[in-house]
């Protein structure tokens, strides 16, 4: 079946104005996360969703950084006034879903959008 | 705090000769680690997980306690494995089960 798939691929945006990232998990996957990465600070965890809530925002670096999901499927990533230090590429990973303490789900990495501010 | 950490930003050896990508941790409860590596234009894929004692593409990674440390080793180091490689620590308890937490990454280069 088709893996995880993220959408713009690439995104060229001015300081100051919002982005939307979409992430498109594996069909059935309840688990889904948002990663960073950037030259300089490899990969960083920015939130993980199980189904539609989220346990574990500690990785969005500010509150211009916020994510949903709903239908327990698709995942958008918003970073709203978007800064130059934001230009990386962002990663979204689905896995089949944590159950309390279970032997580990590989987690399938879509290709990533690459975002740069100008 | 979990902490991972990969020293070489950069690697670089002849094609057949043995290659040891370092990685070490801190991590408080019992870890699990894995090897993830992104080929040129390619997905970031998993390799290995040490809990599997795998050996993958003729790679192997013990995990040592002792030392805090999950090097990744081959013994002939072939073209075909040059790629970015990357250490991860899972989280394993509360809401953050799941949660990956990486190194900075080692780019391997193979030289024919």
């Known amino acids: 079946g088709a893996g995880v798939s993220q959408s713009p691929s690439n995104k060229v945006t001015e300081k100051g104005k919002d982005v939307e990232l979409r992430c498109d998990p594996i069909s059935g996957h309840t688990a889904l996360y948002w990663y960073r990465q950037s030259l300089g600070q490899g990969l960083e965890f920015l939130i993980y969703?199980?189904?539609?809530?989220?346990?574990?925002k500690s990785g969005l670096p500010s509150d211009r950084f916020s994510a949903e999901r709903t239908g327990g499927s698709v995942s958008t990533l918003t970073i709203q006034r978007t800064q130059q230090e934001d230009s990386a590429v962002y990663l979204c990973a689905s896995s089949p879903g944590t159950s309390g303490r279970v032997v580990y789900n590989e987690q399938f990495f879509g290709p990533g959008t690459r975002l740069t501010v100008l | 705090a979990q902490r991972v950490t990969q020293p070489e930003k950069l690697l670089s050896v002849f094609k057949g000769a043995p290659v040891e990508l370092k990685c070490n941790y801190s991590?408080?409860?019992?870890?699990?680690l894995f090897w993830y590596v992104q080929y040129s234009r390619q997905r970031l894929q998993l390799l290995l997980r040490?809990?599997s004692r795998e050996s993958i593409k003729g790679f192997t990674a013990d995990l040592n306690k002792g030392e805090t440390s999950f090097h990744l080793k081959k013994p002939f180091a072939q073209e075909e494995d040059s790629a970015m490689y990357y250490c991860?620590?899972?989280?394993?308890?509360?809401?953050?089960?799941?949660?990956?937490?990486f190194g900075q990454g080692t780019i391997l280069t193979v030289h024919p």
């Open positions: 969703f199980q189904g539609n809530s989220a346990p574990d």
């Open positions: 040490h809990i």
């Open positions: 991860a620590l899972l989280s394993a308890g509360g809401t953050s089960y799941g949660k990956l937490t």
């Open positions: 991590y408080s409860g019992s870890p699990e």
